[in-house]
């Protein structure tokens, strides 16, 4: 029993420790820098596009898809997000606010609307090779 009464100190001990961890001065949340900032996403990979056929549908987001829109589909990027679409054969590059989820078919890394793919110049087989740059994060993933 008095083994056990001697064990409760070093229990509640163990208890208060992680608070004072992130009290210490070497801490870099008492540094006074901010978060180092999210990496910007960059891809490179084969670009489709949907079109007049998916029109009206709902997207990811709760739009209406619109095929003269200069939207996208990514699989993870924040739905809002703006990215900079660059046909790598080219060079031609168009900006598309990401607004649903796809494509979901293998070796593919964006889905554009009819209109993106169309200025983009996508030719008789429907695909490109395209670059992704991040452009901004949509409002609501910043503030998470």
């Known amino acids: 029993m008095k083994n056990l009464l001697a064990f409760i100190p070093f229990l509640a001990f163990l208890q208060v420790l992680p608070a004072y961890a992130g009290q210490h001065p070497q801490h870099p949340m008492h540094k006074g ?29 709760g739009e209406r898809f619109n095929p003269r829109a200069m939207t996208c ?16 054969a080219t060079g ?12 979901y078919i293998k070796g593919r890394i964006l889905d554009l609307s009819e209109r993106a ?21 949509s409002s609501s993933d910043a503030e998470s």
């Open 73 to 88: 589909a990514h699989r993870t990027l924040p739905l809002g997000s703006v990215v900079a679409v660059t046909n790598v």
């Open 117 to 137: 793919a169309t200025r983009l110049g996508v030719g008789d087989k429907g695909l490109m090779r395209v670059r992704i740059d991040l452009v901004s994060r």
């Open 33 to 61: 820098t901010p978060p180092p900032p999210k990496a910007a996403a960059s891809q490179i990979g084969t670009a489709s596009w949907y079109g007049r056929s998916h029109a009206g549908r709902l997207t990811a987001n």
């Open 92 to 103: 031609t590059q168009v900006t598309c606010r990401i607004n649903d989820r796809g494509p």
